[in-house]
């Protein structure tokens, strides 16, 4: 999950909350979209393998 920070940065967070805090985790803050989406696809693949 990919949201734009006010500085124009993008942070990926996890999809699911963290039961202890009730928030996301942060998986990283890059400088652009295409990036997150990137390290997105490289989470998701860590995840299956």
């Known amino acids: 999950m990919i949201r734009k ?3 124009g940065k ?3 967070y996890s999809r699911k909350k963290n039961p ?3 928030k996301r985790r942060n998986l990283g803050t890059f400088k652009t979209k295409a990036a997150a ?3 997105e696809k490289a989470v998701q693949y860590f ?3």
Do not use: A, F, V
């Open 20 to 22: 202890k805090t009730g």
């Open 47 to 49: 995840k299956r393998h």
């Open 37 to 39: 989406e990137k390290h």
């Open 5 to 7: 920070l006010k500085s």
């Open 10 to 12: 993008y942070r990926l």
